[in-house]
Structure formats: C-alpha cells, structure tokens
C-alpha cells in the first residue's frame, strides 16, 4: 500500500515524500521533471517519469504500486506568468487534475490531499485570513487552484472520495541540504542569486503602512508544510474527517526587509537592498490563521524566521556546487 506523490521530484514535492516516509507511508513518485528533479528523489522510492495529462500512465502506476491515496502537488506555480500564458496554467493545473481524479476512479484510489494556495483569497486586507473569508482570486492560477478545489468537491459528492484541500501561503527553507528552491519567482532564491552574482537584491517600495514600510508576507516552513500532508494523508488514511480546506499559516508574518536583514546576518554578505517602486497591486500585508490546521494537522511552527533563512541558504550552497 501506498501514496502517489504527483510533483514528487519537486522542491515541495520530495519534502513530502521523504515527509510520508517518516511516518512510514511507501511513496511512489510522478513528475515530468519539468521543474523537479531526479535526484530530489531517493533510490529507494518508486519513480516514474511522465505528465498527469496522461491518464493511463497514472493508473498503471496506481494499480502496479497499489497506491491507496494520491497527493496532488504537479502543476503550473507561477501566478504573475499565468496572467501571460492562462491556457498553459488551466491545462496543467485544471485538465492536470481531472486526470488525476478520472484515473484514480478508474484505480479505485479513495483519498486525496490536495495542493492548493492562498492565490485563491486575492487581495485581502484583514489581519488574518481564515478559511471562512470568500476566494476571489486575481490570476488565472489562484483561479485554476479554486477550480481543482471544486472539482475534488464534487467528484467526492459523485464517488465518495475522501480529501483536504492545503493552501499555502509562502513556503521558504530546507529540510535537508540536498533539496533546494530553485524558482526564479520566489523571494528567497531571487535574493541569492543578486547576491551570488554580485547584484543588489530588490525592495519593491518601503512606503507600506506595516512596521517597516516594507510588504508583510506569511513565510512558512517547507518541512513543516511537508509534515502537514504526511499528517493528512494519514488521517484520511485511518477514515478519520477532515475539513475541506486548511491554511498552512503562521499567524504572524515577516516583511520584506527582515527578510533582507536575516540574510545578510545569515550569508555574511553586507549589502543594501535597493528599494525600488511599488508593484502595481501588491498588498501591505497577507497573514494566514492556522489554527485550524493546528487544531487537526499537528501543524505549527518549528521553524522561525532565522531557521528559514539558514536552511535556505544551505541548500543554495550545497545546488552550487552540486550542479545537475
């Protein structure tokens, strides 16, 4: 018995899985290595490589690993490019999931974690955003994110399926050095790479009415969000309910400029960030409650802000001079 990790070899991806190992669920891995990478997945764990569009590859994967339940991460990520390219976003994260959801009725698979983001909420302006407060997404992919949410919904009225939904907000760090973030639209790997290239990283204004003017973003975790699914999984697993959607939240929230500030304190590099105008609607501050995941996930937060850094930074060392 085991769980197919869509996404696997990706940096979320395999905290996941090695995630699920620890609490000793087999994982058997898909990802089309798009933006993951192979050996992000140990030896010892099922991996084939192939897309989620084809729907026959993943049930012959399911029915050959007997995979009980399917955590579903694959898919497009980047927001402000899927304003560009939303047909590439509603293919891979719209049909990606009906895919994954045909094939798993067709395998017989009855449970689902379900990667979703805070993209879904939009613009927001209260203190904490709760799972009570309306989506109303801005980009085609906090659309696609809502979609795949209802299409679970419904497909768990019309079969029975049992499942959470998992919006992330900001999800920073590293669990083990050799699993790094490599995407050139999150924060953390686009102030390393200025750095490492002897560029000055970015502020994108310090008007904001937060404590530094600088943005307040909810940085979590990566291992802690891994150790989140593993939980979930497990839970659904035992039969045991659970709500329809948890934010993975901290509750509290850094700004830009701490962020900056932790890692010139972390990287010995003594820099400035230049600060530089707004970006056209960027909000002051988006800060999740997560209680509610607190209260059924185990989820909390055994990392903080430094730890973050220091792990990100690590596995950034480690990715240079152990180039693929």
Known sequence: MSWLVTGGAGYIGSHVVRALRDVDIDAVVVDNLDTGHRRFVRDDVPFVEGDILDTDL????????????????????????????????????????????????????????????????????????????????????????????????????????????????????????????????????????ALLDGKTPKIYGNDYPTQDGTCVRDYVHVADLAAAHAVAARHLENGEPLEAVYNLGSGAGSSVQEIMDTVREVSGIDFEPEVIPRRPGDPPRIV?????????????????????????????????????
């Open 58 to 193: 993943l049930v012959r994967t399911m029915l050959d690993h007997d995979v009980h339940g399917v955590i579903h991460l694959a898919g497009f990520k980047a927001a402000g490019v899927s304003v560009d390219v939303p047909l590439v976003a509603y293919t891979q994260n719209v049909t990606g999931t009906i895919s994954v959801l045909e094939a798993m009725t067709r395998a017989n698979v009855g449970s689902m974690v379900f990667s979703s983001s805070a993209a879904c909420y939009g613009t927001t302006d209260v203190d904490l955003v709760t799972e009570a407060l309306a989506p109303a997404p801005e980009s085609p992919y906090g659309e696609t994110k809502l979609i795949g949410e209802w299409l679970i919904r419904d497909q768990a009225v019309a079969t029975g399926l049992k499942h959470t939904s998992l919006r992330y907000f900001n999800v920073v760090g590293s669990g083990s050095e050799d699993l790094f973030d490599d995407s050139q639209h999150n924060l953390f790997p686009l102030i390393f790479n």
């Open 288 to 324: 999740a409650d997560g209680k509610l995941a607190a209260r059924d996930l185990d989820w909390k937060m055994r990392h903080d802000l430094r730890d973050m850094v220091a792990t990100a930074w690590t596995s950034r060392q480690y990715a240079a001079a152990h180039p693929d």
